[in-house]
């Protein structure tokens, strides 16, 4: 691919977010060209079945419904780099440059669609057990825990409304948290505490998740914060619910974004502080976080480069 062009727009991320982009922009002409990662799909390629995306009332499996957003962005001519990009220098209405090692690609616009990654525990077992009892989405894997026991890790609003929803479905929720004191909000604690089958047990820290003889969780190791004595609570799901960190590295310092790192956007739009350049999906998005919500996003964010592209004299 030539470096020497000056490209319409690139979009930097292959999640719903991205893909959505270029759907969009594709059909606008804009040509577009997806930086989209070489482990492509975003998050829902370590998800098994989604069951929340309006459209598949049967459901569908993570990696099938990206592999599906992929292959519709690409019958509209959207082309694709499977790589991860390395830097990028950004201006302010400018020519915008993106980095595959030397290589340089130029554009008049950008789209970023990075994403962002629960964030994790980083203790024995986490990453074996993922998707075999340990998951980061209550929202997504909760109803596969009907009458079982469960857990959900964390202290904030998102453990509390995990809790709530996977209580609907499991037998009993243990909601265990580092301190006794929970940093959600008064009003999401109140509703965790008024549901029957949710216990809260704090002040605990998981050690780790530990597999049964069939290769799935079966219990986790606790500590009390305090005491420093150990525990094994056995359950069949575990929900980690610690936060989420967006993927922005590669924009830090040159463009606006909060104090946990979310790029910066015009609340009405996907415009960040510079011309040219958009932000959509995760890597803006403190609260949703759902494969919808980011695909919403990555269409806003192709209109708008769509107009700005219109009305630019590049
Ligand atoms: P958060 O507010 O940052 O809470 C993260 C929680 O995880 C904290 O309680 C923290 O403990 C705990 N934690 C972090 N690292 C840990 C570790 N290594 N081991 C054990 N525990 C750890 O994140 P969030 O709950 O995802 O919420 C993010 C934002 O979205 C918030 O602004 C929240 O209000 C919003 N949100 C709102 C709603 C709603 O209103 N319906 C729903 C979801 C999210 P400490 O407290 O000890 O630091």
Redesign the pocket.
């Known amino acids: 691919m030539s470096s020497n062009e000056v490209e319409n727009l690139i979009i930097i991320g292959g999640g719903p977010a991205g893909y959505t982009a270029a759907l969009y922009a594709a059909r606008a002409e804009l040509n577009p060209l997806v930086f989209e990662g070489f482990e492509w799909g975003g998050q829902l390629q370590n998800t098994t079945e989604v069951e929340n995306y309006p459209g598949f009332p049967e459901g569908i499996m993570g990696p099938e419904m990206m592999t599906r957003f992929r292959e519709q962005a690409e019958r509209f001519g959207t082309r694709f780099v499977n790589d991860d990009v390395d830097r990028v220098e950004l201006t302010d209405g400018g020519i915008q440059k993106v980095f595959l090692g030397d290589e340089e690609y130029r554009a008049k616009a950008v789209i970023l669609a990075m994403g962002a990654e629960p ?4 203790i024995p077992g986490e990453m074996e057990l993922m998707g075999r009892g340990v998951s980061t989405c209550g929202v997504c894997d909760g109803a596969f825990f009907k009458d079982k026991e469960t857990m959900v ?9 995990d809790a709530v929803f996977v209580s609907k479905f499991a037998s009993n929720l243990e909601l265990v ?3 006794d ?5 008064k009003i ?1 604690q109140e509703r965790a505490a008024e549901t029957d089958n949710i216990e809260f047990k704090t002040p605990y ?2 050690e780790e998740f530990i597999a049964g003889d069939d290769g799935s969780l079966e219990k986790v190791r606790l500590r009390r914060s305090d005491n420093g004595q150990a525990e094994d609570v056995a359950v069949d799901g575990a929900f980690i ?4 960190i967006p993927r922005s590295e590669i924009v830090t310092g040159q463009i606006d974004t909060d104090e ?1 790192g979310y790029v910066e956007v015009d609340p009405a739009s996907t415009a960040t502080n510079l011309g040219g350049v958009f932000a959509v999906g995760d890597l803006v998005d ?2 949703y976080r759902q494969a919808v919500t980011a695909a919403g996003s990555g269409c806003q964010g192709a209109l708008d480069a769509e107009w700005y592209l219109r009305d630019s004299d590049l």
């Open positions: 964030k994790r525990l980083g890790i964390g202290g904030g609003d998102s453990a509390i409304e948290h580092r301190r004191e929970f940093r959600a909000s999401m820290v998981p619910a610690i936060g989420h946990e403190h609260t």
